[in-house]
């Protein structure tokens, strides 16, 4: 697989030499810069043009939120979007998480989480895909379900993104069963496995194979990327 080259903007040096230590366990993950505050991490972004840049909330010279604000304008400027971001923190409220996403973050994850799935994380959000961290899943949710009751009336919104003609296209070519509706409205509704074998009679490993069918025909790589694709994609309500 080809190289996936990140910039981490983080102002603790502590947690900023502990993210390049998990990140660099991954071989092709390569930390091509770093940056403790926003300005410097915003012209590494313009000049180094990384394929993922994991931001913290934080900063002390502007916050995560405004910087990503900034370089997504920026992005529209130059019609270069190259860079797909990542928001780390430990802020999980409502505001926090929304406010990211309005932004235009790809990604959100907590500072807590494993090794593993942080880089997991950073190659979703390499690929254009979002990565949602389990912990703040049912906000995005929440929000989507929002949006759609809210549709036209002017409320405020957090928009995200709709889905790509390349992905609308696979999705009419490959469609859901209804089978896979079914399992797909229950995983909307956050159920896991053994609870959406049960309602619908199904033993869980039957329950897996639909779900890694949804997983496939949606082009994503996880439930709750399912889930919001879904909503999105008027597939459920």
Known sequence: MSEIKVIVIEDHNLTRMGLRAA??????????????????????????????ATIDIGLPDMDGI?????????????????????????????EAVLAAFGAGADSYCMKD?????????????????SWIDPAIADIVLQQVRRDDANSGIGSKRVMIEGLEPE???????????QREKEVLELIVAGCDNAEIG??????????????????????????????????RAGLVH
């Open 167 to 177: 992905v609308e296209k696979t999705i009419e070519s490959f469609p859901l069963t």
């Open 66 to 94: 405004e910087l990503t604000r900034r370089y997504r304008q920026y992005q529209q400027e130059t019609q270069d979007f190259t860079t797909n971001l990542l928001i780390l923190t430990m802020q999980n409220s409502e």
């Open 23 to 52: 990140l660099q366990t991954e071989p092709e993950i390569k930390i091509i810069g770093e940056a403790s505050n926003a300005t410097d991490g915003l012209q590494l972004l313009k000049t180094l043009k990384p394929d993922v």
């Open 113 to 129: 989480i494993e090794s593993e799935n942080l880089i997991n994380a950073v190659k979703t959000t390499s690929t254009g895909s």
């Open 198 to 231: 049960k309602k619908l009679y199904l033993t869980v490993g039957t329950v897996k194979t639909h779900v890694r069918g949804i997983l496939s025909k949606l082009c994503v790589a996880d439930r709750t990327q399912a889930a919001v694709r879904a909503l």
